[in-house]
């Protein structure tokens, strides 16, 4: 047992609303998963636990958010967009979570979403099979600053696509899922004393289940929008495969 979840079990006994029922073995289950998949090297450049807890925090934190911007488009997504919320915890995405404790030097910010892990090759491009399909990339993770909602997408919809749909075959086109995904971001809260470090406080963290698929090889170029307007706020290159990008 680690840190984090002898404090989430410390939380969870101490907190007035319970946690969905078999909560832990399921996203132990996927973490299981998650890690035969990437390997040893991408288990130890982002250790990610994906837990639903948010709503425990906040329950143990002193007092609801100051905060409404996000709970007042947290029904609502971009247009053409996926809608990941706090406190999820569905096949689609997990919200909560632990990472790695040298996580930001191997991150990409993009105006308030980090892309975890995408400098150190987290991010990939998908396996091309016969037919034309292309298997999943599954367990990527984001990150938005808590408080705030916004679309990640792509101009090149077409070449990326978001899988929000399980496929018995694990084989996908780019025309399954959505080309972006609108992230609600968790309320501001208090963070609770003697939670370790690797929590990435005044983060929402959202890990992927499903990932998405591309036929990019070098650079994957995403923008960042932001409600009432979804105008386009930042943008970047996140490289694929660990390789890098122009500036």
């Not at 040893?40 to 990610?48: F, S």
């Not at 990435?200 to 963290?205: D, K, N, P, S, V």
Request: with cysteine; proline share 6%.
């Amino acid at each position: 047992m680690d840190d984090l979840e002898r404090w989430l079990r410390t939380t969870m006994e101490g907190a007035t609303q319970d946690p969905p029922r078999h909560l832990l073995t399921g996203v132990w289950r996927r973490r299981r998963l998650h890690l035969r998949r990437v390997g040893a090297g991408g288990a130890a450049a982002v250790a990610a636990i994906a837990i639903a807890v948010p709503s425990v925090l906040q329950s143990t934190a002193g007092g609801r958010s100051d905060s409404s911007a996000a709970s007042a488009t947290a029904s609502r997504a971009a247009p053409g967009s996926e809608l990941l919320t706090c406190g999820m915890y569905t096949i689609r995405g997990i919200s909560g979570g632990e990472l790695s404790p040298h996580w930001k030097s191997s991150s990409v910010e993009v105006g308030p979403v980090f892309f975890i892990g995408a400098r150190s090759g987290a991010w990939r491009s998908s396996q091309r099979l016969s037919g034309g399909k292309l298997r999943a990339i599954a367990g990527d993770i984001l990150a938005v600053r808590n408080g705030t909602t916004v679309e990640v997408t792509t101009p090149q919809p077409a070449r990326f696509r978001f899988v929000t749909s399980q496929s018995g075959s694990g084989r996908y086109t780019l025309r399954d899922g959505f080309a972006g995904v609108t992230l609600v971001g968790c309320p501001h809260y208090r963070f609770p004393h003697g939670a370790p470090e690797a929590y990435a406080a005044e983060l929402t963290i959202f890990y992927l289940p499903l990932g998405y698929v591309t036929d990019l090889t070098g650079c994957l170029p995403v923008q960042v929008r932001m409600p009432p307007s979804w105008k386009v706020r930042s943008t970047a290159d996140i490289p694929l495969n660990g390789g890098h990008c122009a500036a």
